[in-house]
């Protein structure tokens, strides 16, 4: 028994510290798309020139395989918790036993961490792969035109639609999964459980709305 609360333990540190990383690049990527909402003509030159930047640096490309990795060992580790707490106890990953009073996000990880896998599939095909083996043309520049791929992209509603579904998912998984990280790493001390709540409300609040809000001007306004 106290072996398996180890190895329990064990994976969700490294839970933790890949979804600490993983937001911490919700934070930079979120920081460089902010260029969409610029004036088109500069949006368009500024944009393709910090993709042609990013993907020609050799600091870049570590932190991308450090990116991939991550996102599979979340996963990865996700499901292996799962399955040893339903064998174990018969109970819901981070199911709390007093359901009148969890939240209903807490008791659903599994299926808002599936949306969002799906999405991120999805998002990881139609940009990153294109932009890497795709036939993009080159802008004015000379660099691959991510920016016209964007708006074709975001061109389509039900692209939208399912980008802002996706980012009210993404909202309440970082919800759960900040509170759950900031307890696995001791940090959700009673003298200031409330200021870390306030931060994971506001961190996660910020960065879905700022993603959200891309394709929703782009499609609209741009």
């Given amino acids: 028994m106290g072996q398996w609360k180890q190895q329990t333990l064990s994976r969700k540190n490294w839970m933790a510290f890949t979804g600490l990383f993983l937001c911490l690049y919700l934070v930079i990527h979120l920081l ?23 993907s020609g640096n050799i600091i870049i490309k570590i932190i991308s395989y450090i990116l991939f990795a991550s996102i599979i ?16 106890r018969k109970v819901k990953y ?6 009148a009073v969890s939240k209903w996000y807490s008791r659903n990880m599994g299926l808002l961490g599936t949306v969002i896998f ?15 083996f795709g036939n993009l043309p080159l802008d004015a520049q000379g660099h691959k035109d991510l920016y016209i791929l964007v708006i074709s992209v975001y061109s389509e509603l ?4 399912l980008y802002v579904v996706c980012m009210v998912a993404l909202c309440y998984h970082l ?48």
């Fill in 32 to 54: 460089g798309n902010l260029q969409l909402f610029l004036p088109e003509e500069r949006a368009h030159r500024q944009f393709n020139l910090y993709s042609h930047i990013l």
């Fill in 73 to 88: 060992g979340h996963v990865v580790y996700a499901i292996i918790i799962t399955l040893t707490n339903t064998r174990a």
């Fill in 94 to 99: 981070h199911y709390d036993r007093r359901g």
């Fill in 118 to 132: 799906i999405f991120l599939v999805i998002h990881l095909r139609d940009f990153w792969y294109v932009y890497k």
């Fill in 158 to 161: 039900w692209y939208v639609l």
């Fill in 175 to 222: 919800l759960h999964g900040f509170f759950s990280a900031a307890r696995t790493l001791g940090l959700y001390h009673p003298r200031y459980a409330k200021g870390v709540r306030i931060f994971g409300w506001v961190f996660s609040i910020v960065i879905c709305t700022g993603f959200a809000a891309m394709p929703v001007y782009v499609h609209f306004l741009k």
